[in-house]
């Protein structure tokens, strides 16, 4: 059975930090491209960072740049976003997101997502 199981949500203030965790299982980890996305009721999803299967490549979306770092461990089958100086406006669910093209087919699976509240 696939899942994305994250944690490490909360409210915290403004300018302090958090540290999100996507623990996998059900398939194979270290195959899978891994990504952060958010969402508030109401907004767009919006991409916050991705890396790829080996760690080697990381991405970030603009406004996460500078405060926010992507990381995984093949070895536990676990991402991580560490997010720091953190912002009302960063306010919103945080969802993991593993996805990989395997023989042509593609493969996705999402977590169900964990709220981040930044606020004083």
């Known amino acids: 059975q696939v899942q994305l199981e994250e944690s490490g949500g909360g409210l915290v203030q403004p300018g302090g930090s958090l540290r999100l965790s996507c623990a996998a299982s059900g398939f194979t980890f270290s195959m899978y491209v891994m990504r952060w996305y958010r969402q508030a009721v109401g907004k767009e999803r919006e991409l916050v960072a991705a890396i790829t299967s080996a760690g080697g490549t990381t991405y970030y979306g603009e406004s996460m740049k500078g405060r926010f770092t992507i990381s995984r461990d093949n070895a536990k089958n676990t991402v991580y976003l560490q997010m720091n100086s953190l912002k009302p406006e960063d306010t919103d669910v945080y969802y993991c997101?593993?996805?990989?093209?395997?023989?042509?087919?593609?493969?996705?699976?999402w977590g169900q997502g964990t709220q981040v509240t930044v606020s004083s």
């Open positions: 997101n593993a996805r990989a093209t395997i023989i042509w087919r593609e493969y996705g699976y």
